[in-house]
């Protein structure tokens, strides 16, 4: 099993012409996604990498069948392109682009929740499942099919984590990164209800970062909700406040949001933290 | 982008919004149309100006210029005074605070209204501050607000200036992006206007593609912030003097965060991001050098951006240009060894692990 995504989503690709979306639909082709369709308003009957171009996501719909969207399409775009996608009936809404209004994530996150869709994004590398299927960017090679859940707020960050993981020989059930933004789709309390539901993953690692109180959230959750054992990274600990640390929402705002407080939380919680993202690797194979 | 408070406030007229008659007053020093007293406000993008002396009141003409010239450039923390804003003298019979912003959690804005105006909110407690969540299709609704404003046990004809007050701000809030839009006092005068005394508005720079009509000002970026920023690359200033280069905020944090357990400081972070573009990396080492940290420590995750393609801009700047502080690097993932290979030939130190490299760098510059 995994979570969120298996062998049965049919992906159709948002911006499927341009430089990104050409290279990482050959990529997710090989990894054995099975991309069926690509969307590019006016390029309709092109192909790329032997899938089939349409120009509005309902004609990819009927055409092939497709039931889940990855938005590469730039940010004044991505609002319409995710509404499109939920209209025309998709339930996996990937997005991947960044720099997105965040008043535009707020509409589209909640239109995803009236439809009953998983959105997962935006300002994310997206979601795989190892030897079933990879839905955005995040380098295949790093990935190892096993029993750890990985959920992330970072792009490379993860990929250090999850190589290192399978390095030590401990692969993973999903790795989801949920992303850099304020207001996202998919939160790690979501991801952790997943996981737990999910027999294939005996442990979960999260990786998080200043700002917000997701991760705090979190550590409440776990206390009530979650057996299995969760380890956990923060990252930005020595971030100065008021700075917006490389992704939208890390940012120490109104003295909230500090790594301190999310540290303290986790330890609450009974949650192993790690001092260097390599160190996650040990700290699970300790524990688990 | 946070407004200065007469721009803010430009807004709120915008919009009926009332606010005290006012000018920006510049070094002509006309104040012609207002009528005394009146208050001189340093318009600066941070709080506390007040206690710092930049607001001052004026009863007639030459305590108004006397006041101008003491405001006029004076520090407050860290920023320089280049504007004040002359505002009439009004009565207030209350003080109330409103805002509206983005709550991360629920996901929805978040209208908070409070009895307790004036004062910073963090300092009200929370069983006198009216919180209600706004889901973005249905808009503020008159429902929203009818216990918060039987609450503040106001007058009838009070009651319905302030909603539609309310009611404008989040027309505000939604149609101009804003992160935060904060009136701290709202005040009922004695006439019965609810007016802004101040403003607190903040955009968010991701929308600012579609929101021309708003100017940045006054920067909170250095000169080397903004240099990155017209080229395109992550790049911010901290304290330290250890340069950190690395690929994706978080890796770049987790780096940084490395250093400072072993009592070393991070003083710059450059994010290349997704990109092994020769050029990009070039313009990266060379923003790095004009910041002349002691050290300059490169960690780099290769997933998709392949290491050797990044390694190979580095050892081109380096060659070139030269370089005059020891560059420490740390590189793992795709085609790691070959990466190695290229920067140990152009002369810079490659360590093992991220850990070994963060305290190597962390020695050189000169912590432990």
Redesign the interface.
């Known amino acids: 099993m995994s979570i969120f995504v298996d062998t049965k989503n049919l992906v159709v690709v948002q911006g499927a012409t341009g430089h990104q979306g050409v290279f990482h639909i050959g990529e997710m082709l090989q990894f054995g996604t099975k991309v069926v369709a690509g969307v590019t308003p006016g390029k309709g009957g092109e192909k790329v990498h032997g899938v089939p171009v349409f120009n509005a996501v309902n004609q990819a719909v009927e055409e092939t069948g497709a039931n889940t969207s990855l938005v590469l399409v730039p940010a004044p775009f991505a609002k319409d392109a995710v509404f499109e996608a939920l209209d025309a009936g998709i339930k996996t809404v990937v997005v991947i682009t960044e720099n997105i209004p965040f008043h535009d994530a707020m509409e589209f996150v909640n239109y995803a929740h009236f439809h009953d869709a998983v959105l997962i994004g935006p300002n994310c590398p997206g979601i795989a499942s190892p030897g079933k299927t990879k839905i955005g960017i995040l380098p295949g090679s790093i990935f190892k099919t096993g029993k750890v859940g990985v959920a992330s707020r970072s792009g490379t960050l993860t990929y250090e984590i999850v190589n290192a993981l399978s390095e030590k020989g401990m692969g993973q059930s999903t790795c989801v990164g949920l992303g850099g933004d304020p207001i996202i789709g998919t939160t790690f309390i979501d991801a952790l209800d997943a996981f737990e539901q999910d027999k294939e993953t005996k442990a979960v690692v999260l990786v998080g970062e200043i700002g917000g109180t997701a991760e705090e959230d979190a550590a409440d959750h776990i206390m009530e909700h979650i057996s299995k054992p969760v380890f956990a990274f923060i990252a930005g600990r020595t971030a100065p406040p008021g700075k917006r640390m490389g992704h939208a929402g890390a940012i120490i705002a109104r003295g909230k949001g500090t790594a301190a407080s999310k540290i303290e939380a986790f330890k609450k919680a009974d949650v192993k933290l790690a001092k260097f993202p390599t160190d996650i690797a040990d700290l699970v194979t300790t524990y688990s | 982008m946070k407004l200065l408070e007469y721009r803010g406030k430009e807004l709120f007229s915008q919009y009926g919004i009332p606010v005290p008659k006012g000018r920006l007053i510049t070094a002509e020093r006309d104040f012609s149309e207002l009528q005394f007293p009146f208050v001189l406000k340093a318009q600066v993008p941070i709080g506390g100006r007040g206690k710092a002396g930049g607001i001052k009141t004026a009863n007639n003409l030459q305590e108004a210029k006397n006041h101008f010239n003491t405001i006029m450039g004076m520090d407050i923390r860290g920023f320089t005074v280049k504007k004040v804003l002359a505002e009439e003298h009004v009565d207030v019979k209350k003080e109330l605070y409103a805002s509206l912003m983005?709550d991360?959690?629920q996901?929805?804005?978040l209208l908070m209204l409070s009895g307790k105006g004036g004062m910073d909110i963090?300092s009200v407690p929370d069983n006198e501050i009216y919180k209600v969540w706004i889901?973005?299709?249905t808009g503020i609704q008159p429902f929203h607000l009818r216990d918060a404003i039987a609450q503040l046990q106001l007058e009838k004809e009070e009651g319905k200036a302030l909603l539609n007050v309310i009611y404008q701000m989040y027309k505000m809030f939604?149609e101009y992006?804003c992160?935060l839009v904060e009136i701290n006092p709202l005040i009922l005068t004695s006439a019965g206007v609810v007016m802004a005394l101040d403003s607190k508005v903040i955009i968010?720079d991701?929308?600012r593609?579609?929101h021309k009509d708003i100017v940045p000002e006054q920067e909170e970026l250095t000169t080397l912030e903004k240099e990155a920023r017209e080229k395109s690359i992550?790049f911010?200033q901290?304290?330290g003097n250890i340069g950190v280069i690395?690929?994706?905020?978080?890796?770049?944090?987790?780096t940084?965060?490395?250093?400072?357990?072993f009592k070393g400081n991070?003083g710059v972070?450059l994010?290349l991001g997704?990109t092994d573009d020769p050029e990009k990396v070039k313009q990266a080492f060379e923003l790095m050098k004009k910041a002349k940290p002691k050290v300059i420590f490169l960690n780099l995750?290769?997933?998709?951006t392949k290491c050797d393609t990044v390694a190979k801009g580095v050892k081109a700047v380096i060659t070139k240009e030269g370089i005059d502080c020891p560059v420490i690097t740390r590189i793992?993932?795709?085609n790691e060894d070959a990466a190695k290979e290229i920067l140990k030939d152009a002369g810079l130190i490659t360590a093992g692990?991220?850990?070994d490299a963060a305290k190597k760098s962390s020695a050189m510059a000169g912590g432990v």
């Open positions: 983005l991360r959690t996901r929805q804005s963090e889901h973005p299709f939604r992006d992160e968010n991701d929308a593609y579609r992550a911010i901290l304290e690395a690929n994706g905020a978080g890796l770049t944090m987790a940084l965060d490395a250093l400072t357990h991070g972070f994010d997704g995750f290769g997933g998709i793992k993932g795709m692990t991220l850990e």
